[in-house]
């Protein structure tokens, strides 16, 4: 497509489940990211892969996050027992190499 | 890490007026974008511009890279130029790609 997609745009889920976040980057597209808002607050930057690597998983909030990527295409992001401080709006961004990072419209996550 | 300061954190003009919104990061930079978030959540890219002046329509920016700041101004503002403006950069390090650093946001609200 012509942009970066992510699925779903709303996911409710009650706590402890997992769930599993997608995106799709933009074709060509060898970057992509992963970053985290919380409710009237800026981004927090959370994984990157360069190809189907991730160079530095630091940013990953706690060992319940993880990421995949396949080959330079479709990411997703899975948390695992999802506790209430998970609920935020996760964005996805693609970028060819250190270009311009191009964001996706966000899934916006509700843990009950 | 990187510290990205941004101001004023919220500006509040009337339709017509023009606005400078101010950004200070703490280290060399191989990637600055200014950003608009509409009411809807959408991050839009506005300018990437890790230096040097860039025009799009009423809105410019300016980043002088060696004193380590950025400028973007918002000229005959609309009442849909009203949202937050992040700014957010990637340090000079490596070379290649790496998560976005966001500042706080400037709130930006445009009356009728």
């Known amino acids: 497509g012509a942009g970066v997609s992510q699925s779903p745009s709303n996911k409710v889920t009650e706590k402890g489940k997992d769930v599993e976040l997608r995106c799709d980057p933009i074709?060509?597209?060898?970057?992509l990211y992963w970053y985290r808002q919380r409710l009237g607050q800026g981004l927090e930057f959370l994984i990157y892969?360069?190809?189907?690597?991730?160079?530095?998983k630091s940013g990953l909030p706690s060992d319940r996050f993880s990421a995949e990527r396949t080959g330079e295409s479709v990411s997703t992001l899975t948390i695992q027992r999802t506790q209430q401080e998970d609920s935020a709006v996760y964005l996805c961004?693609?970028?060819?190499?250190?270009?311009?990072?191009?964001f996706g419209d966000g899934t916006r996550l509700s843990i009950l | 890490g990187i510290q990205v300061e941004q101001s004023p954190p919220d500006l509040i003009l009337q339709e017509g007026a023009n606005s400078t919104l101010r950004c200070n990061f703490s280290?060399?930079?191989?990637?600055l974008q200014w950003f608009h978030q509409n009411p809807w959540g959408q991050l839009i890219n506005l300018f990437y511009?890790?230096?040097g002046t860039k025009q799009n329509g009423r809105l410019s920016a300016t980043t002088v890279a060696t004193e380590r700041y950025s400028l973007l101004y918002i000229s005959s503002s609309q009442t849909t130029d009203s949202g937050v403006y992040f700014c957010?950069?990637?340090?000079?390090?490596?070379?290649?790609?790496?998560?976005?650093?966001f500042g706080k946001g400037t709130h930006l609200i445009i009356q009728p």
């Open positions: 961004a693609s970028s060819l190499g250190w270009q311009p990072q191009h």
């Open positions: 074709s060509g597209h060898t970057a």
């Open positions: 892969f360069q190809g189907n690597s991730a160079p530095d």
């Open positions: 280290d060399s930079v191989n990637n």
């Open positions: 511009i890790p230096s």
């Open positions: 957010a950069v990637v340090r000079r390090a490596g070379g290649g790609a790496d998560g976005l650093t």
